[in-house]
């Protein structure tokens, strides 16, 4: 199920996306004279299914459409995947952060580091290790570089 809480400030609309991006994918069309920017927070979407990935295209498609600036903030591992997978689904958006995946060398738990676009790029998409809460352990990127951040590194 999909939910997006939306919160207007002055020209700029913010949008935070939950859940899974599904056929309940359903936002208000967008009102051009109202928005003059759109930020979109997806730290909380935790799957998109097929019929997602056409709703979310659509709706973004016409958001570049009517020349609406749009920056991604937080996105998740699901939002990441989306973007990797699905050519042209960024629709000339901005990503200004992502959620990376990470694993305990030691005791193997999962966690997730936050990361602005601008130092992965700087520091050439290398990632260094977190230090896991539960054991102090080294925490290592739990993907394959070049293929999580492929998307970021094309546009
Ligand atoms: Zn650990």
Redesign the pocket.
């Known amino acids: 199920m999909f939910k997006a809480e939306a919160e207007q400030q002055g020209t700029r609309l913010n949008l935070r996306f939950l859940g899974t991006v599904d056929e309940t994918f359903r936002l208000e069309a967008i009102d051009p004279r109202k928005v003059k920017e759109l930020h979109v927070h997806c730290k909380g979407v935790v799957r998109i299914n097929s019929m997602g990935v056409k709703a979310w295209f659509k709706f973004f498609q016409a958001v570049q459409g009517q020349k609406i600036p749009v920056t991604f903030h937080e996105c998740s591992t699901a939002v990441v995947e989306h973007f990797n997978q699905t050519q042209g689904s960024l629709a000339g958006a901005k990503v200004e952060s992502v959620m990376v995946p990470f694993s ?1 060398d ?2 193997h ?1 999962d966690l997730v580091g936050f990361f602005r676009v601008e130092a992965l790029r700087k520091a050439g998409f290398e990632v260094p290790p977190l230090d ?1 809460p ?2 102090g ?1 080294s ?1 290592h990127l739990d993907d394959f570089p070049d293929e999580y951040f492929g998307f970021l590194k094309k546009g």
Do not use: I, L
């Open positions: 305990c030691a005791c738990s896991c539960k054991c352990g925490a």
